[in-house]
């Protein structure tokens, strides 16, 4: 017997766009929700553009297996907005819906009529998800900004990188973090609905999100302890680094030692004299002597395969990893075990192994996660417009003739 996913029955319209947003709803979506991405062919996701190009082939804007990869499971309608048959058809497809979620400059939606007191006038019920840059309020609720912004502001790119270096920006690290709080918050107002029948406004502003991530470093700098750019090091754990091993490619290993018996058991596996000058060395010790005893584990590393250097240091209890390429991804026995990747034939790119989320769940039917490849721009606007909404043969074919619907985009 076929049993409901979580979220089955739940509407959401995603007026979205880039990575935060759309892998929030990807996760609802991959639960059982109807998740409407609404594009429009005047300015479709530009998510669709990242790590492609028309080099792609034609339609190379569905074909970007990162945007893929941020759209599984959902069916997608374009409409312009800005346009007053457009929104009013947006406004008609927000009357069934159970959730509205937006991340664009604060305000857009207020100056296209979709802001929250006029989603709830003719929806009570509806719960309005925001992501804006910095808020919607206070004095930089008029910035914009993407991952790189908010990592900068947040603090996290202050500790990334070398000690002698300026700071670096951890690469879209922002992006998936803001898509779980703001699925959290989703969930919490799900079911304050349920108790309450009544919806509410959420906001959930992508620069604090990383502010509250980063507040260990704001903690230490408030009892003294500037924050440091440590590069592959950790106060609290020495010796700690990336090492170069002696494969033919060029492969690396991590390793980070705990506390002093994880130091005695790594200078018995290395076996080298130079690093018995260290052994009594505590935490401090090994601290202050790192630079000495990275370049002694380096020549150690070099002179074994990745795969040897890690099956002895975990059997000695040590934490420690080969680093992966994304070419080994797929075939890494550990996540192909775990059957982390799953098969989808998109119509246009073929069939492609896609990550699964990382959650196990023991429930049957959410042991599958993805449903269906992403959509190619505008695939169910027939389905949705014509099917779900009423819209009229001559009506959808005056909708296509004013642009106000499409499936290509009118610049590319």
Avoid at 108 to 129: C, F, R, T
Avoid at 209 to 215: I, T
Avoid at 295 to 308: C, S
Avoid at 339 to 358: A, N
Wanted: one cysteine or more; a negative charge.
């Amino acid at each position: 017997m076929n049993q409901p996913l979580p979220f089955a029955g739940i509407r959401v319209i995603e007026f979205a766009h880039f990575w935060s947003v759309p892998y929030g709803t990807m996760y609802l979506a991959s639960q059982g929700a109807d998740v409407i991405k609404v594009e429009s062919v005047q300015r479709p996701d530009v998510w669709r553009a990242n790590h492609t190009a028309p080099i792609l082939g034609d339609r190379w804007m569905d074909r970007g297996l990162l945007w893929q990869a941020t759209n599984l499971d959902k069916r997608d309608i374009t409409l312009d907005a800005s346009n007053d048959q457009g929104r009013a058809l947006l406004k008609q497809l927000c009357e069934g819906a159970d959730i509205f979620i937006e991340n664009y400059a604060s305000h857009v939606v207020e100056k296209q009529g979709l802001g929250y007191e006029d989603l709830k006038a003719i929806n009570p019920g509806i719960i309005m998800v925001r992501a804006p840059s910095f808020g919607n309020e206070g004095p930089w609720k008029s910035y914009v900004g993407w991952g790189d912004v908010f990592e900068q502001v947040s603090g996290f790119a202050t500790v990334t990188g070398y000690p002698d270096s300026r700071p670096q920006t951890p690469g879209g690290y922002m992006d998936p973090i803001v898509a779980m709080h703001l699925t959290t918050a989703i969930i919490a107002a799900l079911e304050y609905r349920d108790r309450t029948g009544e919806g509410q406004l959420i906001e959930v502003p992508q620069s604090e999100v990383g502010m509250a991530m980063a507040g260990a470093i704001l903690i230490a700098d408030q009892f003294g302890y500037p924050p440091e750019r440590p590069g592959n090091r950790a106060p609290g754990y020495a010796p700690q680094g990336v090492y170069r091993t002696g494969d033919a490619e060029k492969t690396y290993i991590a390793l980070s030692i705990r506390d002093d018996q994880e130091w005695q058991s790594l200078i018995a596996m290395v076996g080298m004299p130079t690093l018995d000058a260290f052994a009594a060395s505590g935490l401090k010790e090994r601290h202050e002597h790192h630079d000495e005893i990275d370049a002694i584990i380096l020549a150690w590393t070099l002179a074994h395969p990745a795969n040897d250097l890690l099956s002895r240091l975990q059997s000695a209890g040590i934490p420690a990893s080969r680093l992966l390429k994304p070419v080994d991804y797929n075939i890494e026995p550990q996540l192909v075990d775990r059957e982390y990747y799953q098969e989808l034939d998109h119509p246009l790119s073929g069939p492609r192994l896609f990550p699964t989320f990382p959650m196990h769940f023991s429930y049957e039917a959410t042991r599958k996660v993805h449903s269906r490849p992403a959509p190619t721009l505008g695939q169910h606007n027939e389905e949705i417009l014509r099917g779900e909404l009423g819209v009229t043969e001559a009506k959808y074919a005056d909708l296509i003739a004013s642009n106000v619907i499409g499936t290509e985009p009118l610049q590319s």
